[in-house]
């Protein structure tokens, strides 16, 4: 499936704002407009707008009584304007924005609607605010510090395939938080004297044509710098990879759960509940340059065991013991 369009409409009065009666004497729900992007899952979309109405709630908010969401996904990168000006016509009193490049587009078009960015690497050096402690204008939210992940990505790789002299990278050159995170990874290679060879990759065909041929080039594992676009694709990475007797090692962990061999990754589960929760501040009053960027405070090492068993590889005691949760 290449880069196709994916909308979503989910939850109670998502594809319609619900109508309170008045006769009752309540009070019109406050609007919350969610930019997400393709999962190609609907069971990933549901976790995660439940992740994010676990952090409403724990402010006061619930869906339905007085808050209503209008979610909307789009994987393709250059149709994501449109839909944000779609859901900004229906004057929502908060908007949310999932990834940089959604979070860009929400900052060009409004600088009156506040909005709250989740999985965002720099936030900083992206625009979207003058300093992660005081946000200034109308942009918060919660960063993902992938760029700081990026070496210990290659740590995992050199305690797995020791002799792992030459790793690939696989990357979306659309997206700008990537490159912020190669220019890391590349940094990190150098120090420890591995040889990067980058993978570009705009399409599912183009990422198909690169993993594919890795097999043939000496390339000892595959790393992953993780988006909506290999998001999409990630069974197929992994077939390939597997099929290459590639590991792969990512800072996401549903490349891992689709039979990649491991991914350290904040956890996005408190993630998403954060994000609810500085919606939810917004909604009772707050400003958002009122309100600090927030960084992850939890990590997650997760390692397939099904994989490395497929590889031939033995994961080290000392990864094990570390891990957050191992597949079997």
């Known amino acids: ?6 909308v979503a409409l989910i939850g109670i009065g998502v594809a319609h704002w619900p109508l309170f009666s008045s006769a ?6 406050q609007r919350i407009a969610f930019v997400g992007v393709s999962a190609a899952d609907a069971e990933v979309t549901r976790r995660i707008l439940s992740q994010f109405r676990e952090g409403l709630a724990g402010e006061g908010f619930a869906e339905g009584r007085n808050v209503a ?19 900004l016509r229906r004057k929502p009193d908060v908007l949310v924005a999932v990834t940089t490049p959604v979070a860009q587009a929400a900052a060009r078009a409004t600088r009156d ?22 946000p200034g204008g ?11 992940l990026s070496g210990k990505l290659l740590e995992l790789v050199r305690e797995i395939v020791p002799r792992a002299g030459r790793i690939a990278v696989l990357w979306n050159p659309d997206n ?22 980058e993978l570009p990759a705009r399409t599912g065909q183009e990422i198909e044509r690169a993993v594919s041929g890795l097999g043939k080039e000496g390339v000892r594992a595959l790393v992953i710098l993780a988006e909506t676009l290999t998001f999409t694709h990630r069974q197929k990475i992994a077939e390939l990879a597997l099929a290459n007797r590639m590991p792969v090692i990512s800072n996401n962990s549903p490349h891992t759960d689709a039979g990649g061999l491991a991914s350290y990754s904040p956890d996005y589960r408190l993630l998403n509940r954060r994000v609810g929760a500085l919606a939810a501040k ?17 990590f997650e090492l997760v390692i397939n065991l099904k994989t490395a068993k497929s590889l031939g590889l033995k994961i080290p005691g000392s990864i094990l013991l570390r891990a957050d949760r191992v597949i079997e």
């Open 282 to 298: 917004i909604l009772s009053g707050t400003k958002p340059a009122d309100l600090p960027v927030e960084l992850p405070t939890k």
């Open 24 to 29: 009752q004497g309540a009070r019109a729900p």
């Open 176 to 197: 700008p938080a990537k490159a912020l995170e190669l220019r890391e990874l590349r940094a990190a290679g150098q120090g420890g004297k591995i040889a990067l060879q």
């Open 138 to 148: 109308n942009v918060t939210g919660v960063r993902n510090m992938l760029p700081e």
């Open 69 to 87: 969401i209008d979610f909307i996904a789009e994987a393709d990168i250059a149709k994501v304007p449109g839909r944000v000006a779609e859901l």
């Open 113 to 134: 609607t506040p909005i709250v960015f989740s999985t965002v690497s720099d936030p900083v050096g992206s625009g979207l605010v003058v300093s992660l402690a005081r």
């Open 1 to 6: 499936m290449d880069r196709r369009r994916f």
